[in-house]
């Protein structure tokens, strides 16, 4: 791969579009910034619905070109691998430019980048098992089968904050299984997916298999999931976003699958070794700064244990290292976008205002060698919380938890559910039973039992309620990204004439 951090510092960056980089054709671009100093770091083409038609055009004629339609399932299962080790070969770089795009820990990009080889192998060994079935059926000499074929062109629009790994757990099986991909990156990161452009290329995928259009939601994004030519659509975002593109491809009857927002609950029981408990809250809603959708970010403690708690939670945060994302020693990096940290503060002191008292964090950093114009937040713990402040209620995508008490089971189901979302929750305690029936009335997609964050491609997940649909991830996805088609073939040689069958 050529491209790196320093080729991409004050570049344009191109469309990739049917197996080339080209210029937008209104020759507009915008700025890309860098969230460790709010400075400009690159410019990105602003593609508009010209652009998008292109894309989706090359896109379409890869889906019918027989060098794709008609490859073999063994030969694309080994493209998809070619791609992995392509990946692997460059996880480093990869890793460097989004960290530098999106601000997110380098260390965590390289756990990402270096796992991502492994979920493409995954998908690969899908390309070959993924079968139709044969069906019985009321007559003789009648052969009934379901094929399973690919869906056409899908349309992936995918966030900022981890843009890379998000995108493979359903770029992979798209390409294993023969579709063809347009690609809408955030234009607040979209560096590391114009990279993997690069490497599809070298891949020697045939030109238009994967497009990638940059620019603004509003413009590219709209353009896209108004088109008639995509098939599906894949979406990775806020819930608001998610609802006016699901209303966009209703207009033309194609299928959605919605990672949306969270506003996940994190309970821990009396029961547990407190320590535990703290590393797994403060990991699962400080980690990324908060930008990630499962964040746990509503926090609800037993009452035996809510005072030891809270003591443990704020020791544990103040040791917590705010700095550059790229120093081995940090813990946590800038917000990715300046109106990320705008939107925590809002949230910080509308919670202040409704009651809850800031325990921990609640301020930027004043660190030396830390740009001030950098997007940093201390990570925040806020008590005294109540499950109708709009800080417990809105997703936030930052690093900042609230902390309640419960009573007993039936208070702590009822609090864990009393929310517009249902993407992920956590649950710590010894008795089994107990985290059973949690997991059992818990309306979320996901359930981690003394653990949190802990993910796995080869597993489905994906929402409930505002949190979306559809799933990504294990042989499930392999089903939201085919169809069937059901044919009926009959083999007695001998077609009836039609019109021989009489009411007695
Ligand atoms: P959005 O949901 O608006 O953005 C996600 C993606 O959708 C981006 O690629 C964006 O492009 C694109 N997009 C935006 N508007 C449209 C549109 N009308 N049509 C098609 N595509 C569109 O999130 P934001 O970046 O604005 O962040 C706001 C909040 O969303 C965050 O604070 C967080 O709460 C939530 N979020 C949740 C994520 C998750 O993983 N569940 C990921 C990202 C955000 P562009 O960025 O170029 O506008």
Redesign the pocket.
């Given at each position: 791969m050529k491209t790196t951090v320093s080729s991409i510092e004050g570049s344009r960056q191109g469309l990739f579009i049917n197996g080339e980089f080209v210029a937008p054709k209104n020759g507009n671009y915008i700025a890309s910034y860098d969230p460790t100093t709010g400075e400009r770091w690159y410019d990105l083409a602003e593609a508009d619905a010209d652009d998008v038609a292109a894309a989706v055009a090359a896109a379409n004629a890869a889906f019918r070109n027989p060098a794709w339609r008609r490859m073999t399932q063994t030969d694309r299962g080994a493209l998809v691998r070619k791609l992995a080790e392509l990946v692997r070969a460059n996880a480093d770089t990869l890793a460097e430019i989004e960290t530098r795009d999106n601000g997110k820990l380098l260390k965590e990009t390289w756990a990402q980048m270096r796992s991502m080889p492994d979920s493409y192998h995954y998908f690969a060994g899908m390309a070959d098992k993924l079968q139709g079935d044969t069906i019985p059926i009321n007559r003789a000499d009648t052969l009934n089968i379901n094929l399973r074929e690919p869906l056409g062109v899908v349309g992936m629009?995918?966030?900022?904050?981890s843009p890379l790994m998000l995108l493979t757990g359903t770029l992979a099986p798209c390409l294993a299984i023969g579709n063809t991909v347009v690609i809408?990156?955030?234009?607040?990161a979209t560096a590391s997916t114009l990279a993997l452009a690069e490497l599809i290329h070298e891949a020697g995928f045939p030109a238009g298999v994967v497009n990638v259009v940059t620019?603004?939601?509003?413009s590219a994004?709209?353009a896209?999931?108004r088109h008639p030519g995509v098939a599906k659509y894949v979406?990775?975002?806020?819930t608001a976003?998610g609802r006016?593109?699901a209303g966009n491809a209703a207009q033309n009857l194609v299928p959605c699958s919605m990672?949306?927002?969270g506003k996940s609950p994190h309970v821990v029981f009396g029961d547990v070794e407190i320590e535990h408990a703290v590393n797994g809250v403060v990991s699962g809603v400080f980690a990324a700064a908060g930008q990630t959708?499962v964040a746990g970010s509503r926090c609800f403690v037993e009452a035996s244990i809510y005072d030891k708690f809270i003591d443990a939670l704020i020791a544990r945060t103040a040791r917590i290292r705010v700095g550059l994302p790229t120093v081995d020693d940090t813990d946590i990096g800038p917000l990715a976008l300046a109106d990320?940290l705008s939107?925590v503060e809002g949230y910080v002191a509308s919670g202040v205002k409704e009651g809850a008292k800031v325990a921990a964090g609640g301020r930027r950093p004043q660190k030396e060698g830390l740009s001030s114009g950098g997007w940093y937040y201390e990570p925040t713990v806020m008590v005294d919380a109540q499950n109708d402040m709009g800080f417990m209620r809105d997703?936030i995508?930052g690093p900042v938890v609230g902390v309640m008490p419960f009573r007993d089971e039936a208070e702590m189901i009822a609090l864990a559910n009393d929310s517009h979302y249902g993407l992920a929750s956590g649950i710590w305690t010894k008795d089994i039973d107990r985290a059973l029936r949690f997991a059992n009335q818990i309306e979320a997609g996901t359930v981690w039992v003394n653990t949190y964050r802990s993910a796995s491609f080869m597993s489905a997940n994906g929402g409930f309620k505002e949190s979306g649909y559809g799933r990504r991830g294990g042989f499930e996805v392999m089903h939201e990204f085919s169809r069937l088609k059901n044919v009926i073939i009959d083999y007695s040689g001998a077609m009836q004439d039609p019109f021989v069958i009489r009411l007695k």
């Amino acid at each position: 791969m050529k491209t790196t951090v320093s080729s991409i510092e004050g570049s344009r960056q191109g469309l990739f579009i049917n197996g080339e980089f080209v210029a937008p054709k209104n020759g507009n671009y915008i700025a890309s910034y860098d969230p460790t100093t709010g400075e400009r770091w690159y410019d990105l083409a602003e593609a508009d619905a010209d652009d998008v038609a292109a894309a989706v055009a090359a896109a379409n004629a890869a889906f019918r070109n027989p060098a794709w339609r008609r490859m073999t399932q063994t030969d694309r299962g080994a493209l998809v691998r070619k791609l992995a080790e392509l990946v692997r070969a460059n996880a480093d770089t990869l890793a460097e430019i989004e960290t530098r795009d999106n601000g997110k820990l380098l260390k965590e990009t390289w756990a990402q980048m270096r796992s991502m080889p492994d979920s493409y192998h995954y998908f690969a060994g899908m390309a070959d098992k993924l079968q139709g079935d044969t069906i019985p059926i009321n007559r003789a000499d009648t052969l009934n089968i379901n094929l399973r074929e690919p869906l056409g062109v899908v349309g992936m629009i995918t966030p900022w904050n981890s843009p890379l790994m998000l995108l493979t757990g359903t770029l992979a099986p798209c390409l294993a299984i023969g579709n063809t991909v347009v690609i809408k990156p955030s234009e607040h990161a979209t560096a590391s997916t114009l990279a993997l452009a690069e490497l599809i290329h070298e891949a020697g995928f045939p030109a238009g298999v994967v497009n990638v259009v940059t620019g603004t939601g509003k413009s590219a994004g709209e353009a896209l999931t108004r088109h008639p030519g995509v098939a599906k659509y894949v979406f990775t975002g806020s819930t608001a976003t998610g609802r006016r593109i699901a209303g966009n491809a209703a207009q033309n009857l194609v299928p959605c699958s919605m990672e949306l927002g969270g506003k996940s609950p994190h309970v821990v029981f009396g029961d547990v070794e407190i320590e535990h408990a703290v590393n797994g809250v403060v990991s699962g809603v400080f980690a990324a700064a908060g930008q990630t959708c499962v964040a746990g970010s509503r926090c609800f403690v037993e009452a035996s244990i809510y005072d030891k708690f809270i003591d443990a939670l704020i020791a544990r945060t103040a040791r917590i290292r705010v700095g550059l994302p790229t120093v081995d020693d940090t813990d946590i990096g800038p917000l990715a976008l300046a109106d990320q940290l705008s939107k925590v503060e809002g949230y910080v002191a509308s919670g202040v205002k409704e009651g809850a008292k800031v325990a921990a964090g609640g301020r930027r950093p004043q660190k030396e060698g830390l740009s001030s114009g950098g997007w940093y937040y201390e990570p925040t713990v806020m008590v005294d919380a109540q499950n109708d402040m709009g800080f417990m209620r809105d997703e936030i995508f930052g690093p900042v938890v609230g902390v309640m008490p419960f009573r007993d089971e039936a208070e702590m189901i009822a609090l864990a559910n009393d929310s517009h979302y249902g993407l992920a929750s956590g649950i710590w305690t010894k008795d089994i039973d107990r985290a059973l029936r949690f997991a059992n009335q818990i309306e979320a997609g996901t359930v981690w039992v003394n653990t949190y964050r802990s993910a796995s491609f080869m597993s489905a997940n994906g929402g409930f309620k505002e949190s979306g649909y559809g799933r990504r991830g294990g042989f499930e996805v392999m089903h939201e990204f085919s169809r069937l088609k059901n044919v009926i073939i009959d083999y007695s040689g001998a077609m009836q004439d039609p019109f021989v069958i009489r009411l007695k």
